[in-house]
């Protein structure tokens, strides 16, 4: 049973477009990360966030964390090809583990 | 260089053989873990250590053993592989970032495992 729910499961846009991506859970995290995996490679973190309402930008990359902490977006702003890849949401304990998403396949085209 | 590094990159073996992956950090931090990640199912935990003497199950254990030779090193056993178990293996290592208030994880590059 996979407790973080992502959608979509894969997302095609061409260059220039933004996307969404969701992460949804029914439990209450202390910290909520997202990561980026590219083909042969472990997943790179790219940002923690931590309180109810949260929201972090990270160039044209705006990351969200729900009131609640139990749900958090990803909006990428004018998609590049560079965007292209496996996103990542994990929810995190106070005691550092961490429940990975099922992810969302994000591909660019030109 | 790498700070997590894992070995072999690429396995191929058959069912029933003993198998071992193993990882190395220069990080410096004593969490590690093993992570399985399979099509559509993410990452799921395999074990985790917090350090030296400490060993955990994670979320699908059955099948697995690790050792931790040293904070620097922590090694995954398939006792008897079979064909399920065909999956990216992955090592991560974990530290407390004080300015975030949150454990973050870092990856290595991965194992893909075949099991034929």
């Known amino acids: 049973t996979q407790l973080l729910e992502q959608s979509p499961q894969f997302l095609s846009i061409q260059e220039g477009e933004n996307l969404t991506v969701y992460c949804n859970s029914s439990?209450?995290?202390?910290?909520l990360q997202w990561y980026r995996q590219e083909p042969g490679e472990g997943p790179v973190l790219l940002v923690t966030v931590v309180t109810g309402g949260e929201v972090k930008k990270l160039k044209r990359l705006t990351f969200q964390f729900g009131d609640a902490r139990k749900d958090s977006s990803l909006h990428i702003t004018a998609a590049q090809t560079g965007d292209t890849g496996l996103y990542l949401c994990?929810?995190?304990?106070?005691?550092?583990?961490?429940?990975f998403g099922a992810g969302t396949q994000v591909v660019v085209t030109p | 260089d790498a700070d997590v590094t894992q070995t072999p990159r690429n396995r191929i073996t058959k069912t029933g053989k003993r198998i071992m992956l193993e990882c190395s950090q220069t990080k410096g931090h004593d969490r590690m873990y093993w992570y399985r990640q399979d099509p559509g199912l993410g990452l799921r935990l395999i074990y985790y250590s917090f350090d030296v003497k400490d060993i955990n199950k994670g979320e699908i254990s059955d099948g697995y053993s690790v050792s931790r030779q040293a904070q620097a090193k922590f090694s995954l056993s398939l006792e008897s592989a079979i064909p399920n178990q065909t999956a990216l293996y992955f090592c991560a290592t974990s530290d407390f970032n004080w300015s975030r208030g949150a454990y973050e994880q870092y990856f290595g590059p991965g194992t893909r495992l075949t099991v034929t």
């Open positions: 439990s209450v995290f202390s910290s």
């Open positions: 994990a929810g995190g304990s106070s005691w550092g583990k961490l429940q």
